[in-house]
């Protein structure tokens, strides 16, 4: 109901997570990037290249979304944060199907703030002096499922569709100012099929196609119209589940998935050199074309026996998978100049400063495993009191990590329970403590394993166009700049959680709730870069080992701290309405954002200093959505949303501790300034036409009504014009139309 009647934006089932307390963004209790995981059907919808969402699928084939961001139970694993958790629609008895289209472009939305003002709190620009960007968004879809043979075989298929253009802006001097378009699209393509052989066995089979296009990406500013490249991801996906029920008293799940995932970056001149001036950027980008393919092989078995007041529950998980492809790291190479002029053959200062070139490997090949036992049981000792033990083990085995498989933190025992004081199973006291261990992310390895079989050389004063001749004014000086290195720390421990939460819930009358929860999480062994060859602070230029560069190495010594109160009030649908209202007062702290962190500076305390709020740390949350039936088959639905300052770096704009690396702290620790808040109200009205089997509605949703300026992206350099000014402002008022038909 909520993904069908509230105003979200592009149908995304991933947004709704923002209605759970506790969720930050795409993160919560102050993890770092890639600390959750994603479940369709009970398989992984997970790259573990960097632990993100693989595919999407269509919005109106899901049944259920869920979000888990505390206490889940022992069978799940590879998150120390949440767990969003999804299960698809399912044919039935009766033929049922939808057809949904949705549309939006500029001439009904608002524009961006920096479009009409010349700069933060500036004057309103004349009309004459801005036009709205233009752009066309079209959303589109269908499902349809039925009875192949009544109570025995069910299909169901969806498919949703996504044509959507804007236009991107080249400001380089050194080119025509123009605009280029810069299209998105996908399609997704879901079909299932279910098969009851028995009352005690149940089969299904979910076949998923996601294939999303960027095209002309990368072009924008000084970037221009030649850097433009394109980005595909092809994902195939059939997963097969077989529920089967041996006795009355226990059920065995099995499930299997092959998932196919295909990342691509064509780019328009592939042969061409990468070329950096300062005021314009040409050719390609210094990595691309890449391509990445993934395939995962996963298997799950859960067995339950369902003994007096006992529910035990034991399995296990098992993911292969292989990750391999190419990237084109300084192929053909990269010319770096110090001035705009023209390139003069027969003059010297038109000549680039250095080239950059991989005279090594650009392929790679990296498995991965994934594994997971556990054991769990929910014990009713007493009619009023329920108790939770589990333990899971988690091995983790990925090329060019040395994870110890021996440490004692591969084990997540957890302890919940839950409490009706009263006795009327209207009160819930709930509880619990345990650890939760994420799987490493792929594309550690991939760094440090791929740079290492680089070999990456530097040219000074080299020729131009063609590097490989000599310089007719100076001769060229090969391997002047060190390159940097990268490793990963031997005996590194998976990164975890060890979380306590207390709380409860009350229902006040029927169908309305109250519910408060305490969090604690303190997150450990999380990856961050640390570099053992740096430049000594004061020095400017010296080394301990002034024979090499930078010396890169994936540590395990990240850590957060996440302290939380969690206030949900909700009243289910009924009597033609429903509410939900979740606030979070919160105190994120960590030192890490994500598995490439590294520190501002190369002092003593650097590390200390950088353990600060995270970049999504914000005191207060609070989301409010509802649903209400109107006369004449008209309904209103809601989405508020809001969020207090979110925290900002003041820094240096120069090195002033003079170790090489400028942006040196302005204040003692990490993001001590706050920056601006954030709310919006996104509204939908709709009327519904009801004819026999068929059901019309018509609607328009409003995003941001209020059109609220939701600043941020603080320009941070201190004792610079415009320190301390946002430089982004969000979306403004934007209104889409749609219409969809049930039958």
Not at 83 to 93: D, E, F, K, P, V
Not at 272 to 282: D, E, L, M, Q, V
Request: charge should be neutral; aromatic fraction near 16%.
């Amino acid at each position: 109901t909520k993904i069908e009647d509230l105003p979200i934006l592009d149908r995304n089932f991933g947004s709704l997570a923002l209605m759970k307390a506790g969720v930050q963004g795409t993160r919560s209790n102050a993890q770092p990037g890639g600390s959750e995981e994603i479940i369709v059907d009970g398989v992984s919808d997970e790259w573990v290249g960097r632990n993100t969402q693989r595919s999407s699928i269509p919005a109106d084939a899901i049944q259920e979304f869920r979000v888990m961001t505390n206490q889940y139970q022992a069978e799940f694993g590879n998150a120390s944060g949440m767990i969003w958790s999804a299960i698809t629609r399912s044919g039935t008895n009766e033929f049922r199907g939808r057809t949904s289209f949705f549309y939006r472009d500029e001439a009904f939305d608002d524009v961006n703030y920096f479009v009409n003002h010349k700069q933060y709190k500036g004057d309103e620009l004349p009309k004459d002096q801005w036009k709205k960007p233009p752009y066309s968004h079209y959303l589109f879809g269908g499902i349809l499922g039925g009875p192949i043979k009544k109570d025995k075989a069910h299909f169901f298929l969806a498919y949703d569709g996504l044509r959507h253009a804007e236009y991107a802006t080249i400001t380089s001097p050194l080119v025509q100012k123009e605009e280029i378009e810069v299209g998105y699209d996908y399609n997704q393509v879901l079909a299932k099929l279910n098969y009851q052989l028995s009352e005690k066995n149940l089969f299904s089979l979910r076949y998923t196609l996601d294939y999303p296009k960027y095209t002309n990406l990368g072009a924008s500013g000084l970037y221009t119209k030649e850097m433009a490249y394109d980005a595909t991801r092809t994902v195939h996906e059939l997963q097969g589940n077989w529920t089967f029920y041996p006795s009355d008293n226990t059920m065995n799940e099995f499930r299997t998935l092959y998932s196919s995932c295909i990342y691509d970056y064509p780019v328009h001149n592939p042969g061409a050199y990468t070329i950096n001036r300062p005021s314009g950027f040409f050719g390609k980008y210094q990595n691309l074309p890449q391509k990445t393919d993934e395939k995962r092989y996963q298997f799950i078995d859960n067995f339950s026996l369902f003994l007096g007041n006992h529910n035990i529950k034991f399995g296990f998980d098992y993911s292969r998978i292989k990750l391999d492809g190419y990237v084109d790291q300084y192929i053909p190479g990269t010319f770096i100049f110090t001035t705009d002029k023209p390139f003069n053959a027969a003059d010297f200062s038109t000549y680039p400063l250095m080239f950059i070139y991989n005279a090594g490997i650009r392929d790679f090949d990296f498995p991965y495993t994934e594994a997971g036992f556990f054991a769990q049981d929910s014990w009713r000792i007493h009619r009023r009191l329920t108790l939770n033990f589990g333990l899971r083990w988690n091995y983790y085995y990925c090329k060019d990590i040395d994870i110890r498989h021996s440490d004692l933190r591969h084990l997540n025992p957890r302890f919940g329970f839950s409490w009706d004081p009263i006795g009327d199973g209207k009160t819930s006291i709930r509880g619990g403590v345990g650890t939760f261990s994420q799987n490493p992310q792929l594309n550690i390895g991939l760094i440090a394993g791929l740079m290492t079989l680089m070999d990456i050389r530097t040219i000074l004063f080299p020729n131009y166009p063609d590097p490989k001749k000599p310089n007719p004014f100076f001769p060229p000086i090969p391997g002047v700049i060190t390159v940097d290195q990268y490793a990963t720390e031997p005996n590194i421990a998976p990164p975890y959680t060890v979380q306590t939460t207390l709380g409860g819930e009350r229902e006040i009358v029927t169908d309305f709730s109250l519910g408060a929860d305490l969090v604690w999480a303190k997150g450990s062994c999380f990856t961050r870069l640390e570099n053992f060859n740096p430049i000594i602070p004061g020095t400017s230029t010296k080394r301990k080992d002034p024979t090499k560069g930078n010396r890169w190495t994936f540590t395990d010594n990240g850590r957060s701290d996440y302290k939380a109160i969690y206030l949900t009030l909700t009243k289910r649908f009924s009597h033609g309405w429903a509410l939900d209202v979740s606030y979070t007062l919160s105190k994120s702290k960590a030192d890490v954002e994500t598995e490439q962190t590294s520190a501002w500076g190369y002092d003593p305390d650097a590390w200390d200093r950088a353990y600060g709020p995270t970049n999504n740390d914000a005191r207060h949350r609070m989301l409010v959505s509802g649903i209400v039936n109107l006369p004449f088959g008209f309904q209103l639905s809601g989405l508020f949303y809001y969020r207090s300052k979110t925290p900002w770096n003041a820094v240096y704009p120069t090195d002033i501790n003079k170790d090489s690396l400028s942006l040196d702290y302005y204040d003692k620790y990490r993001n001590s300034r706050r920056g601006f808040d954030e709310y919006y109200l996104n509204l939908r009205i709709s009327k519904y036409v009801t004819i026999d089997r068929f059901r019309f509605q018509i609607f328009a949703e409003g995003y941001n009504i209020t059109n609220k300026v939701n600043f941020d992206s603080v320009y941070n350099r201190y004792g610079m014009t415009n320190f301390g000014n946002p430089t982004v402002a969000g979306a403004p008022r934007q209104i889409q139309f749609g219409a969809r038909l049930d039958f």
